[in-house]
């Protein structure tokens, strides 16, 4: 059951799942935190891995995720 403004709450609806953000992180060159681009998935061997970007120095790092 999901509450809602004065206390209610309603029946049969399902709350949305919760997404992990992803971490922060820092550019080792310029110090500057990165911007999160995308989630890439699984491919083949590779595994899955955040992808970040540094827009002052264009570097693009990735991160793997946990199996």
Sequence with gaps: MISVAGGR???????????????ILICSRCRRPMTFLATLPAILDLPAVHAFQCRPCLRVETIPLSP
């Design 9 to 23: 709450t309603l029946p049969g609806m399902m709350s949305a799942p919760v997404k992990a953000d992803p971490p």
